[in-house]
């Protein structure tokens, strides 16, 4: 299809009307809606991805989940979405999209975003463990499906230091009581 002179082509017409949008969406501050859109492209792909190798590995599907595997899964995507977006250990991981502002909680840092183009909407999502849960509740799942004994022992590991954690936080908790340090 050709380009019309006074219509501009189509890529120059989408490239404005998503400029547009993005100016009525963020109401003059500073949203990167384009980073969004990558990441949205980004976890499609990838889960694309994963559905094409259960497809490809010819495993099937269950009718609906095992509750057990629900309440696994949910755990583990507790866990393994803080260790992965506020943990002090994983914060090499971070690094190049964040910036350290300081401790928030037990062995956990808050990192904000680095706003420079690119590595702004990455750094969202690596320090919010909401956004992240997305992602590792989507690798979990796809590894029940295509390993599913070693996706239960690491999930299996993950859900018990997730106990081992409130352990420790709740006998901090009775100690600091016990001793008067509230």
């Keep these: 299809m050709a380009d019309t002179p006074e219509g501009g082509g189509l890529a120059q017409r989408l490239q404005a009307a998503l400029h547009r949008t993005h100016g009525a969406y963020a109401g003059g501050g500073d949203r990167p809606l384009s980073g969004y859109l990558a990441a949205m492209t980004a976890f499609g792909t990838y889960t694309a991805a994963w559905t094409t190798a259960v497809r490809l590995r010819g495993r099937p599907v269950p009718e609906r989940p095992d509750p057990w595997d629900v309440a696994l899964t949910a755990v583990a995507t507790f866990r393994l979405s803080r260790l992965l977006s506020k943990a002090a250990v994983t914060s090499p991981l971070r690094a190049p999209f964040t910036r350290y502002v300081g401790p928030e909680g037990p062995a956990e840092l808050h990192e904000e975003a680095r706003p420079e183009s690119g590595r702004e909407t990455v750094g969202e999502l690596m320090t919010c463990p909401f956004c992240t849960s ?48 509230d």
């Design 134 to 181: 997305v992602w590792v509740a989507s690798t979990l799942t796809a590894g029940l499906l295509l390993a599913p004994r070693a996706t239960r022992t690491a999930m299996g590991a993950l859900t018990a230091l997730a106990g081992a954690d409130a352990l420790q936080l709740g006998y901090a908790a009775l100690v600091r009581k016990a001793t008067g340090e």
